[in-house]
């Protein structure tokens, strides 16, 4: 009898088992969103020093080559954005048969170059061919946080990777001075005042500016991407990381740029033109 008491006053009651798992689910509720922001936090970070280390690569390369940036798959050194996303021949992308039918088949195992300068074939020709012997890796070219993008042979031999060339666009073409001409269709941004001309910037280390601008950019950095696309009245998740976009720069170094900048950065990618300074 004494016995069966002690065992019933040791048992929880039902309100305390309740209790207990209200407790924990708090606790979940509160820690998961944590631990999601930390595992965020290291992705963007391993994200970071990928871009690091092909922006060293891109260094590397310059000082072997007249201090001039690799050209990928074009005659000369593109001073324009790349679209990562653009494979094989698409009719419109610079198909002037720049290394059309050079094989790959022992350096990337994919299909020979298709002879179109915009898109996959130019990233194919950096990562295995011109930037490959001073980074001896590709998965670096893959973003961990990139929800479109994973490390696979079948995305190399495509050149479908995470980063974008990004060495000029439209506000910073049309500029006083430019060879472009101007006005032009865009604005020229500017900053603090000052018109930046990167149209007739060398794609070179002799560049003005080489600590701000950029060379590779990530999902995110278009003006119409991301929290803050077309200053927040076009918002979407066409983004790898909730805070920013990294990106690399001529000087070889690479940050994180916050959200809200995209008129600060040189090139400019905001949108829409009307919302240039």
């Not at 309100?15 to 979940?28: H, S």
């Not at 990928?50 to 590397?60: D, R």
């Not at 012997?133 to 929800?147: A, V």
């Not at 909730?242 to 000087?251: C, E, M």
Request: glycine share 10%; charged share 15%; aromatic share 14%.
């Amino acid at each position: 009898m004494h016995s069966a008491k002690l065992r019933e006053t040791k048992a929880f009651t039902l309100i305390e088992l309740l209790v207990v798992i209200a407790i924990i689910a708090i606790l979940a509720a509160i820690l998961f969103p944590v631990f999601a922001q930390a595992r965020e936090a290291a992705r963007q970070t391993a994200c970071l020093s990928n871009l690091k280390q092909i922006g060293l690569g891109v260094k590397m390369y310059a000082s072997d080559y007249d201090e001039l940036l690799p050209m990928g798959t074009y005659n000369s050194e593109r001073n324009w954005e790349v679209n990562p996303d653009v494979a094989g021949n698409q009719g419109w992308n610079d198909c002037a048969g720049f290394w059309a039918g050079y094989n790959m088949s022992t350096i990337d195992g994919g299909q020979p170059l298709s002879g179109c300068a915009y898109g996959g074939d130019f990233y194919r020709t950096l990562m295995s061919i011109q930037v490959f012997p001073y980074t001896k890796n590709k998965q670096i070219w893959f973003c961990p946080s990139d929800k479109v993008r994973r490390f696979s042979n079948a995305n190399v031999a495509q050149g479908l990777q995470s980063y974008q060339w990004f060495p000029n666009w439209v506000y910073n073409s049309w500029c006083p001075g430019s060879t472009a001409g101007f006005p032009g269709p865009f604005p020229c941004t500017r900053y603090n005042g000052e018109y930046r001309n990167l149209y007739n910037e060398p794609v070179s280390e002799t560049s003005n500016w080489v600590s701000e601008r950029m060379i590779f950019i990530e999902r995110g950095a278009f003006g119409w991407d991301g929290p803050d696309g077309c200053g927040g009245a076009c918002k979407n998740t066409n983004f790898n990381h909730s805070r920013g976009y990294n990106a690399v720069y001529f000087d070889g170094h690479a940050k994180a740029v916050v959200f809200g900048k995209k008129w600060t950065t040189l090139p400019a990618s905001g949108w829409g033109p009307d919302r240039s300074p």
